[in-house]
């Protein structure tokens, strides 16, 4: 068996959007296009409409980090946050061309950086939300990134990460990267424990608000929504609706899934 050529991140999306297989994957990711047509979606879907609830709406300075392609970028700015999109790869597919793209075709005023998490070119206090949609498991130092988001946060200032990939033990990353679509291809993925995620955050001196498991949130949920699950549950169950599930349910399995690489969402503030 040949061993791909690792390549780089945009090229490995590329490869995913030419398999017809990978299509509902790919829409699920928002990597298609048009981007302000995935964008959109992004905007209108379950897992926006939580973050929404979790962060609320501006005005304020929000700080999307690791912001890719820029779906987020815009659904911030939809929700009237002057927002600076931090993404490093200039990539007009992935990155930070993409996003400049969008912006000016959806006619939002956005600041594009291309920098690095792990040393944010702003002064501190500045950003009222910092938003971290699949980042923090990216971070090649995950103590000096939360480090840094601590710094530019302001007094009350809330970082949001979500969607970040969890792992049992260390022993268990190699199953979850063996098993992700793209790693294969670009070799850019990773996981960290529930308290590697938390020693880092609360080492930055962030007071951790909320820690949601993957059946806690739409966030985490998405494409799926806890309304879907609770149906699906209730017709296996033979049950006359989805009412008769409580939310207690989904989030006591939730805490005891050990799936390599499931999904939760970080909220805390600073003091």
């Known amino acids: 068996m040949t061993v791909p050529t690792k390549s780089s991140w945009e090229a490995a999306v590329l490869r995913l959007r030419n398999q017809p297989d990978q299509r509902r994957l790919v829409e ?4 298609d296009d048009p981007l302000l047509v995935a964008a959109q979606r992004y905007l209108a879907c379950s897992e926006w409409r939580a973050v929404r609830a979790l962060i609320g709406v501006g005005p304020g300075r929000a700080l999307d980090v ?15 946050w002057q927002v600076t999109a931090l993404e490093p790869d200039p990539s007009a597919v992935v990155g930070a061309a993409a996003i400049r793209a969008l912006a000016q075709e959806a006619g939002l005023s956005v600041n594009v950086v291309e920098e690095w998490g792990e040393q944010l070119p702003f002064e501190g206090g500045r950003f009222a939300v910092v938003h971290c949609r699949q980042v923090l498991h990216h971070a090649r130092d995950l103590s000096r990134f ?12 809330v970082l949001l990460a979500t969607r970040e990939h969890v792992i049992s033990s260390r022993d268990d990353l190699s199953r979850f990267l063996g098993g ?8 850019g ?29 739409d966030i985490n949920a998405y494409p799926d929504s806890l309304a879907d699950i609770k149906r699906r549950w209730a017709r296996k169950a033979y049950l006359p609706s989805a009412a008769f599930i409580p939310n207690a349910a989904l989030s006591w399995l939730g805490g005891r899934l050990n799936t390599p690489g499931r ?6 503030r600073k003091p």
């Open 28 to 31: 699920a990711c928002f990597y």
């Open 66 to 80: 690791g912001a890719g392609r820029g779906i987020a970028t815009f659904a911030l700015a939809h929700d009237n």
């Open 146 to 157: 939360c480090g840094e988001v601590a710094r530019v946060l302001s007094p009350g200032g």
């Open 180 to 187: 992700h679509p793209l790693h294969k291809f670009y070799g």
């Open 189 to 217: 993925e990773n996981a960290y424990t529930i308290e590697e995620y938390l020693d880092a955050i609360r080492g930055a001196g962030l007071i951790v608000e909320s820690v949601l498991n993957p059946l806690e949130s």
């Open 263 to 268: 999904l939760f969402t970080f909220l805390a």
